[in-house]
Nanobody
Framework: VQLQASEGGLVQAGGSLRLSCATSGRTFSNSVMGWFRQAPGKEREFVAA????????HDADSVKGRFTISRDNAKNTVYLQMNSLKPEDTAVYYC????????????????WGQGTLVTVSS
């Protein structure tokens, strides 16, 4: 299974950025998809997840109302739309493949993308 995330970037506080992650090697529609992030000196943390059909999403409290996860099963791609970005959102963002919707522990996700850096300047 391969996951290829789009490039992140540098954005000013209050700005927006959309990440995408294309997958191959596994039936995408059978997979729960998630996004995690890891800030410098901190542990990897859950950001958001989307169910197999895209009907349900689950967001961390820290991004609720600002970030939106979605998926396009025809394109085998999951997205993370990030709005109203804050400096504390600066991190390496990872997409991941899981089996259980609602899982927030990274140990429950089986495959990972390479990570993409998002930097939010104040």
């Amino acid at each position: 299974v391969q996951l290829q995330a789009s490039e992140g970037g540098l954005v000013q506080a209050g700005g927006s950025l959309r990440l995408s992650c294309a997958t191959s090697g596994r039936t995408f529609s059978n997979s729960v998809m998630g996004w995690f992030r890891q800030a410098p000196g901190k542990e990897r943390e859950f950001v958001a997840a989307v169910s197999r059909t895209g009907s349900f999403t689950h967001d961390a409290d820290s991004v609720k109302g600002r970030f939106t996860i979605s998926r396009d099963n025809a394109k085998n791609t999951v997205y993370l739309q990030m709005n109203s970005l804050k400096p504390e959102d600066t991190a390496v963002y990872y997409c991941a493949v899981g089996n259980r919707f609602g899982a927030t522990d990274s140990n429950e996700y089986d495959y990972w993308g390479q990570g993409t850096l998002v930097t939010v300047s104040s």
